[in-house]
């Protein structure tokens, strides 16, 4: 079997924990490292010895020596180093978000279709294990068809941001794929229309432009209604993800405080007693076909999982979050920011296929 020549661009928290995890799926081989901190590099060149080192992404792509790249650098990157990838038929990870600003969406989406290369948009958030829990309801009909669906990505990531200098400043609803992945999932429909609003600096007051969290209430073309909350700066204790979807039938929440607990899962409903009853559903918070390689990575299996998805379809087969999918979690939350910007101005939301 020919192996997949693998590289990462930006060995940081995420590139150098997913090509530690590539090493444990045949199909991969880590051929490259390219990141342009010289002691990150350094780091890199002991943890993969004798692969090659790169501190220009394009050199590295123009090498010739490599089949497919992780792009795990800061947002700001993605799409102008996923365009330079695909242009060179060089298979694409690429993290989240699949872009930074909303100008970027039409080129990325053009150069995809003109590549012959996979590009596969790597929402982790979509491969909890409780995500598939409530497509399944949904699916087993106890769930119905859901109208109105909530998340909250809450995450005080000012230390975070000390080693990671692209968080400070980062308007929190540009990161909104962890929360619309999952619920854009079970609704199964593109978001339309958004207002949203930004609080202001009140927790550091260090930085007077920017907001301690965002809320963005969304609407598709059909009558649902999704409601955001994101916010960077705040004073909990941990970070916490919540994620609520109400359906004809049925209602489903998750919470899950990032504390290495596992999610609590409620599912409230009167289809199975014929009245109103909550009935605690235990899930794992990984994918529980992957028990052994709990923790790797800092997500575990759900790295596992994503990366033998990427290898699977370069090996041909349908890719399940392929831009497409990328561009419906990430624009929304870019709208919601010029949005913010024009005072709440509810504003179309604009896809490169619409
Ligand atoms: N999927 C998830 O759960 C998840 C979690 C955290 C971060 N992320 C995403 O992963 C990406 C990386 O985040 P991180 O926490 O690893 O950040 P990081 O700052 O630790 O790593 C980024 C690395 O990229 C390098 N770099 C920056 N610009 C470069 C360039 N032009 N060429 C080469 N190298 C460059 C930096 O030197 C750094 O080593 C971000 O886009 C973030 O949004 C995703």
């Known amino acids: 079997m020919k192996r997949i020549r693998l590289a990462t661009i930006g060995y940081g928290f995420r590139g150098a924990g997913l090509l530690a995890m590539a090493r444990s799926i045949p199909a991969f081989e880590p051929v490259a490292v390219c990141d342009d901190n010289t002691d990150i590099r350094a780091k890199a060149e002991k943890d993969f010895p004798g692969i090659a080192f790169f501190d220009d992404p394009d050199a590295m792509l123009a090498s010739g020596d490599v089949d497919a790249v992780l792009i795990e650098t800061p947002p700001m990157t993605h799409a102008r180093l996923a365009i330079a990838a695909l242009e060179k038929n060089i298979h694409v990870l690429s993290d989240v978000p699949a872009i930074h600003a ?57 230390e975070f941001a000390k080693t990671t200098p692209w968080r400070i400043g980062y308007e929190p609803i540009r990161y909104c794929t962890h929360s619309l992945g999952p619920l854009l999932g079970w609704l199964g429909k593109e978001l339309s229309f958004v207002a949203c609003f930004g609080t202001g600096s009140h927790v550091a007051r260090d930085n ?71 009935i605690e559903i235990a899930v794992a918070s990984d994918r529980p076909e992957f028990p052994t390689l709990e923790n790797v990575a800092g997500h575990g299996s759900l790295d596992y999982a994503m990366l033998r998805d990427f290898a699977a379809a370069i090996e041909g087969e349908p890719c399940r979050l392929g831009l497409k999918e990328g561009l419906r979690m990430t624009l929304p939350g870019l709208f919601a920011l010029q949005s913010a910007q024009h005072d709440g101005q509810l504003t179309e939301i604009r896809y490169p296929w619409s």
């Open 102 to 158: 909303i100008e970027e969406a039409r080129p990325l989406w053009e150069a995809a279709a003109a590549s012959k290369a996979v590009y596969m948009f790597g929402a982790t958030g979509n491969y909890f294990g409780f995500v598939q829990t409530c497509a399944d309801l949904k699916a087993k009909g106890l769930l119905g068809e859901p109208f109105y669906l909530e998340a909250d990505y809450v995450h005080d990531v000012r």
């Open 208 to 278: 007077p432009a920017g907001h301690d969290a965002m809320a963005a209430i969304f609407h598709a073309a059909t009558g649902e209604v999704v409601k955001l909350l994101v916010s960077f700066t705040n004073s909990r204790a941990f970070g916490q993800h919540r994620y609520v979807c109400h359906g004809t039938q049925g209602v489903f929440e998750c919470v899950w405080p990032l504390t290495g607990e596992k999610p609590k899962v409620t599912f409230s409903t009167r289809e199975v007693y014929g009245f109103e009853k909550t």
